[in-house]
């Protein structure tokens, strides 16, 4: 099995900044995504930004420009830089990964989440 578990969460004012850190432990070989999704209250889960291990990156729309996904290949991390913050990205994030484990089988994994909340 494979566990991601974020942190770096919080509170934060409009215009402020936040970063984001996914860890990740347990039977893993290679992982091909990884990537980082948010939901807010009564809205579906979407993709905010996700990497390869190549370094090619894709963003939503409404971050672009604003958010800076990277990774620590060696230890299989993930980031996520959020700058100038708007109270629409309050949501909870997740992280998530995809690839394959020593024995061949493939994972696609979630972390619990963390809270980010924008407000004044």
């Known amino acids: 099995q494979v566990q991601l578990v974020e942190s770096g969460g919080g509170l934060v004012q409009p215009g402020g900044s936040l970063i984001l850190s996914c860890a990740t432990s347990g039977n893993i070989f290679s992982i091909n995504f990884m990537g980082w999704h948010r939901q807010a209250p009564g809205k579906q889960r979407e993709l905010v930004a996700e990497i390869t291990t190549g370094g090619s990156t894709n963003y939503a729309d409404s971050v672009k420009g604003r958010f800076t996904i990277s990774r620590d290949n060696a230890n299989n991390t993930v980031y996520l830089r959020m700058d100038r913050l708007r109270p629409d990205d309050t949501a909870v994030y997740y992280c998530?990964?995809?690839?394959?484990?020593?024995?061949?089988?493939?994972?696609?994994?979630w972390g619990q989440g963390t809270q980010v909340t924008v407000s004044s």
């Open positions: 998530n990964a995809y690839g394959s484990s020593w024995l061949g089988k493939l994972f696609d994994s």
